[in-house]
């Protein structure tokens, strides 16, 4: 079963990240013609700074869990490297479980923000509508998935003790 949550949590990181690629790609082109467009045509396209704001949570939340997983996650290893190696992975226990507990509460505190925003529609002040809750989904997803990884990175550091 635990096995089955882990293959999910995989291609759940693959889709985000996958996504936050696109988001990028798509919010990078739009800057671009936003900027030709006023700059040669004197006709920029509306709320591009606003749209801009409501990609950014997909860019940065979305692909954490992948950073996770994959190592690149900024650690400092200048007290750590002067243990030995079974000190180190105690040491990566605890980091981890506490690393858990935080992304458990900003999880919970993203979630709350977004639906207070949901539930009152909140519009961003822009020439065109835009709700805010439209970016601020994408915390509580990309740091419940980093979440998520951050348990089975317990749990293996735990199993492999």
Same mark, same amino acid.
């Given at each position: 079963?635990?096995?089955?949550?882990?293959?999910?949590?995989?291609?759940?990181?693959?889709?985000?990240?996958?996504?936050?690629?696109?988001?990028? +790609? &798509? *919010?990078?082109?739009? !800057? /671009?013609?936003?900027?030709?467009?006023?700059?040669? @045509?004197?006709?920029?396209?509306?709320?591009?700074?606003?749209?801009?704001?409501?990609?950014?949570?997909?860019?940065?939340?979305?692909?954490?869990?992948?950073?996770?997983?994959?190592?690149?996650?900024?650690?400092?290893?200048?007290?750590?490297?002067?243990?030995?190696?079974?000190?180190?992975?105690?040491?990566?226990?605890?980091?981890?479980? +506490? &690393? *858990?507990?935080?992304? !458990? /509460?900003?999880?919970?505190?993203?979630?709350?923000? @977004?639906?207070?925003?949901?539930?009152?529609?909140?519009?961003?002040?822009?020439?065109?509508?835009?709700?805010?809750?439209?970016?601020?989904?994408?915390?509580?997803?990309?740091?419940?998935?980093?979440?998520?990884?951050?348990?089975?990175?317990?749990?293996?550091?735990?199993?492999?003790?």
């Amino acid at each position: 079963m635990l096995q089955k949550v882990h293959q999910v949590e995989k291609a759940m990181e693959t889709i985000l990240t996958v996504i936050s690629s696109a988001v990028t +790609i &798509s *919010l990078t082109l739009m !800057i /671009v013609v936003d900027v030709t467009g006023r700059y040669f @045509f004197n006709s920029p396209l509306p709320a591009t700074w606003e749209i801009g704001e409501i990609c950014m949570p997909y860019i940065v939340f979305f692909p954490f869990a992948y950073a996770l997983t994959r190592g690149n996650h900024v650690q400092v290893g200048l007290v750590k490297n002067m243990f030995s190696p079974k000190v180190q992975h105690i040491f990566g226990i605890i980091t981890d479980g +506490i &690393s *858990l507990v935080v992304c !458990i /509460v900003i999880t919970y505190w993203a979630w709350i923000r @977004f639906w207070e925003s949901y539930q009152l529609q909140e519009e961003m002040l822009a020439a065109v509508e835009i709700l805010w809750w439209w970016g601020k989904i994408a915390m509580p997803i990309g740091i419940g998935l980093f979440t998520i990884s951050f348990l089975f990175q317990f749990l293996y550091k735990i199993k492999k003790m």
